[in-house]
């Protein structure tokens, strides 16, 4: 039975039914993902963005401005491509 989920940033709010590939915009800020099912309570993952190797590059030719603005439009962030939300046991 599939679960009913969110994925929300600062930047936007994904409903979706998982399992499920979805796209989200990046965001300089967490991602949490939200899941819940007809038979286990909703249960929450973060996700902090990680910085791309591009990113270096970026520096290295622009400089700290470059580096910078990569940053500040998460650019140089992504996050990973897949997040498994894990239920906690049920002991």
Known sequence: MPSHCVA????GR?????PRQIEVSKD???????CKSAFVDKHTVSVRP?????????V???GLVGGAVD????RGLKYP?????VYPSCN
């Open 28 to 34: 300089m800020f967490g991602l949490r993902v939200t």
């Open 60 to 62: 290295l030719l622009g």
């Open 81 to 85: 491509a897949q997040i498994d939300v």
């Open 50 to 58: 990680q910085v791309q190797v591009a990113v270096a590059g970026n």
């Open 71 to 74: 940053m500040a439009t998460a």
């Open 8 to 11: 929300e940033n600062s930047r």
């Open 14 to 18: 994904w409903a979706f039914n998982a």
